[in-house]
């Protein structure tokens, strides 16, 4: 799993470390996972960023899809690129109602790659992460945490857990940031 978006350069030397970290990676002999990256839609989802994730394998949604249309909507996105069934992980976030809470969780534990991975919308980031987040990390062994909520696009590594904590940003238009934000992972 590396990240191939210009945004995320840092984080794309992190994850090829880790990754080498947990065992050499053949290239050859091994199909990389690629994963598109989003959260705080807010019911909101530009052509523009789809665009971007059409070769996604996955796409995983850290919270406030808006309503369950928003989840259908990438589900039916996904059908139409290839033959396989599609992949939408995801976690509902604050602004989220029973339609979404009904079928996603409130913390996602998950590993892709031999990696394991963590996704909780409001989970803070290293140094401040929300009650029980850090204590998550431990318990589950988990190199990759994913978090949304603040609508700022945040990655920083946490040296204490050894692990990668990523915030896509908003891919919607409600809130005070200025730039939509979704990045791709292969």
């Known amino acids: 799993m590396i990240i191939v978006n210009s945004i995320y350069d840092r984080a ?8 080498s970290e947990i065992g050499n990676l053949n290239r050859t002999s091994h199909k990389m996972t690629k994963i598109g990256l989003l959260s705080d839609t807010h019911n ?7 665009e971007h994730f059409k070769k996604c394998d996955e796409i995983w949604h850290a919270g406030d899809f808006g309503t369950i249309g928003m989840a ?3 589900i039916r996105f996904q059908a139409t690129q290839s033959n396989r069934a599609p992949v939408l992980r995801g976690v509902y976030g604050n602004i989220d109602g029973y339609d979404i809470r009904s ?14 991975i963590y996704i909780q919308h409001i989970g803070g980031y290293p140094k401040r992460y929300a009650a029980g987040v850090k204590e998550a990390i431990i318990i589950n062994k988990c190199k990759l945490s994913i978090s949304g909520h603040s609508h ?29 934000n979704s990045s791709l992972y292969y």
């Open 152 to 180: 700022i696009l945040k990655i920083m590594y946490d040296d204490d857990l050894q692990c990668l904590h990523m915030n896509p940003g908003a891919a919607g238009k409600h809130g005070l940031h200025n730039k939509n």
């Open 44 to 50: 909101y989802l530009d052509d523009s960023i789809l």
């Open 72 to 74: 259908e909507r990438i």
């Open 12 to 19: 794309c030397t992190t994850l090829l470390n880790l990754k």
């Open 103 to 116: 079928i996603y969780p409130e913390k996602l534990f998950f590993t892709c790659e031999e990696v394991n």
